[in-house]
């Protein structure tokens, strides 16, 4: 595997031979990942066997076959991934509003004309990790106030302290381990045949980055996502970067492309969605004439995560309409979540 820095190790103990299964335990700390050349086999090994699979390694094959009619040089094998859905869950709500909601209540005796003020009022109120009755309308007026008028560096402090110790309500996880194990496995599947790999979210850029490289092995210059606008201040001690409460891009649907273009500067050959947001993404990756594969996760697994359509209708008619592969978490996932290294 080629995932560098903080990783999903496998646990001491487990054989060599049971690398390939599901079954190793993982724990959420460690270092010095081998970069040694990965088979599919091996290094798909929580995807089923199927056509979903078998269309990913047929993909990566001619893509990087040289002489072949399909070859992309490497400095070219550039994939897009959303992150929300897509590499990690996304359900009950947007994991970045459980920390968004954690620094409200810290910040609430500072601010206490929020006691009587909505959203704040139900926030502070409620000890659920997510509260019932804030809808979307309140959700930029929650990040400002929750996650500007701060450093960079204090913000980045916040974030890793939460994900170091926030559990999801109902899987009982910290939000870092419910990321999905096939998606590590196929970051490090494409890393391992020279591909560029990017995060492209709707999730606010510096919360990702407080996580992605540690977590997914993705550096915080291959991260796009929305952000809010910064103030550089020489202050006596350090100069500084301040957090200012307005979002300057929020990177969704439309703006993913003119994001990937201005950040990125190659169109993407592969990229990965989950929702209707992701359609733009998706149409960029296909459009360029050459190969190229759009993925389309679909989360149909009540079982083991969660199920449901809401958000994802019309990329569902659209991967239909385009032959883009529709990967169903269900049928296509051996496992879900990395297992628990306890």
Known sequence: MNRPGFRLPVVAGCALALLASAGCAVT???DGASTNQ??????LSSW?????????VDFVERVTREGGPDYVAPHNRVATFDNDGTLWAEKPLYFQFAFVYERIRALAPDNPGWANEEPFKTIIDSDATFPPGIVESDFLTLLVAGQTGTTQAEFAAQARSFLATARHPQLDRLYPELVYQPMLELLDYLRDHDFEVHIVSGGTV?????????VYGVPPENVVGSSFA???RDTSAT????RQPNLTVFNDSAA???NIQLHIGKRPILAFGNSNGD?????LATGGGGASLALLLHHDDAEREFAYDTGTERALTTAAQRGWTVVSMRDDFATVFPAQGR
Do not use: C, H, S
Not at 38 to 43: H, L
Not at 48 to 56: F, L, Q, R, S
């Open 256 to 258: 993913k492309p003119v």
């Open 28 to 30: 959420l700390e460690g």
């Open 38 to 43: 990965t088979t599919a086999p091996v290094a």
């Open 239 to 242: 100069p500084e970067l301040f």
């Open 279 to 283: 359609i733009e993404m998706l149409e």
């Open 48 to 56: 089923n066997d199927g056509p979903v699979k078998a269309t990913i």
């Open 230 to 232: 910064y103030e550089f």
């Open 206 to 214: 510096e919360f990702i980055r407080a996580y992605a490289d540690r």
